[in-house]
């Protein structure tokens, strides 16, 4: 099947930025979401690219695509300790959503 | 952004009970509706697509008989675990499928068969 990789985990210094990176395999891919779950929560759509960007930015979020290298990141500008949480990137080709294991990102003072 | 209602967000049943689980739609409607199954410390795994007004699609593994998915409505389609036993237990997110392609989730049901 399918695979989307990340890393497990990633710590950052308040304030400082945050860079996720996600890789998957299928080349059919159309859209690549981030989605953030909080402990005993739903996903919270953060943010998606359609395939053919290389690039998205939502306020403190920046997407970035390497459709070449299948290359997915999350950049979190001025990282918050409200932005601790687990984050999922996700790919969907043919309409089916396939996902990471998730980054779990600790914010610490 | 568009919402998707999950209930109840938390259940305890005994085992050979079954339990229902709904996801809405709330301000659009979904043609199509995911429902996953989350493992603690894991990703999603998606258990069965279910479209509106036909049967569901269940991934490879996932036993039908088991996990009952209706689609009644563009709206609202269910969860059904039937025969719950303790390694049922587990949290189920379903999402529903916007025209443009994004996916919005519900809150999540955790399910704790004693």
């Known amino acids: 099947g399918e695979d989307v990789e990340q890393s497990l985990f990633l710590s950052v210094r308040e304030g400082d930025s945050s860079v996720i990176n996600c890789t998957y395999t299928?080349?059919?891919?159309?859209?690549l979401y981030w989605y953030k779950q909080e402990p005993g929560a739903g996903l919270q759509l953060l943010t998606y690219?359609?395939?053919?960007?290389d690039m998205k930015q939502d306020q403190r979020l920046t997407v970035l695509l390497n459709k070449k290298d299948k290359h997915l990141s999350l950049r979190i500008a001025d990282t918050q300790t409200g932005d601790s949480a687990i984050y999922f990137c996700a790919e969907m080709a043919d309409y089916i959503p396939t996902f990471g294991r998730g980054t779990s990102l600790i914010v610490h003072p | 952004g568009a919402v998707v209602s999950q209930h109840p967000s938390r259940v305890i049943c005994k085992s050979g009970t079954s339990v229902k689980i709904e996801c809405r739609s709330l301000d659009f409607q979904a043609t199509t509706m995911f429902w996953y199954r989350q493992f603690p410390k894991q990703s999603l795994m998606l258990m069965a697509t279910?479209?509106?007004?036909?049967?569901?699609?269940?991934e490879q593994g996932v036993e039908k008989d088991k996990f009952l998915i209706n689609h009644a409505s563009l709206t609202l389609s269910t969860l059904t675990v039937t025969s719950a036993h303790p390694e049922d237990s587990s949290f189920y997110i379903c999402?529903?499928?916007?025209?443009?392609?994004?996916?919005?989730f519900g809150e999540g049901s955790r399910l704790t068969v004693l």
């Open positions: 299928d080349s059919s891919s159309t859209y």
């Open positions: 690219i359609f395939s053919n960007m």
């Open positions: 279910s479209n509106e007004g036909s049967k569901a699609t269940y």
């Open positions: 999402s529903a499928r916007l025209h443009t392609g994004e996916l919005f």
